[in-house]
């Protein structure tokens, strides 16, 4: 690891879903600095996934699960609970999206519509459901969604994604309301340069272009911001906007 490890985070358990690459490539790698021991998870890409796991150290595993299929969700959590005994922190952060312009109905099929309602939300809501009643026996038990401006502002890669988004936006204050002392919290960055947009180049120069800090976020702007809803001990239900200032002027 390319930074020194820290106790902070110490016997902690984290599931990072979607952690194969970009966002939650690198968050699973912050809290690994921090000393947690990490399950990290995608729903495909197996290598990469073993890769990153294998990177954080022995005590770190790698779970493929597509968080889509509901027994696979549960199964996350299941394995994460034989291996570890329990479950400190939730990063939800496993998403899907299609590029679809917002004026153009005819080409948001219902295949992408379904697919990313079936990731974004379904997944999400199974895989906390089955977490929640193990991270209540947490000293300290943490949810982050890994959610996005388009859940806020009318943007975003689809019509579809920017509903998926508001649901979780809202989802994470009704469960920081509803499942303490659970804390529920949300990062909502804006266009986010990893491996899924890496031939979005139009989208990031527009960015660039408009944003008040003149481009696109990274991964590790949004580790950061996960890592400090973790730190911070009297903060729930609150969504943090990650987006360089982008939904100021949009």
Known sequence: MSEERSHELDGRVAIVTGSSSGIGEQIAKRLSALGALVVVNSASSVKDGEKVAASLGPKSIYVQADISDKQSAT?????????????????????????????????????????????????????????????????????????????????????????????????????????PPVRVNAVAPGLVKTPWTKDWQNQHDNVARVAPLQRSATPEDCAEATIGFIRNKYATGQILVVDGGLSLVI
């Open 75 to 179: 199964r996350l959590v299941e394995t994460t609970i034989n291996h570890f005994g329990k479950l400190d922190i939730l990063i939800n952060n496993a998403g899907w999206t299609s590029l679809v312009a917002h004026h153009d109905l005819e080409a948001l099929t219902d295949d992408i519509f379904e697919k990313t309602f079936n990731v974004n939300v379904f997944g999400t809501w199974w895989l906390t459901k089955a977490a929640m009643p193990h991270l209540k026996l947490s000293p300290d038990g943490n949810v982050v969604n890994i959610t996005s401006i388009a859940g806020v502002r009318p943007v975003g890669s689809s019509i579809a994604y920017a509903m998926t988004k508001a649901a979780l936006n809202h989802m994470t204050l009704l469960l920081a309301k509803s499942c």
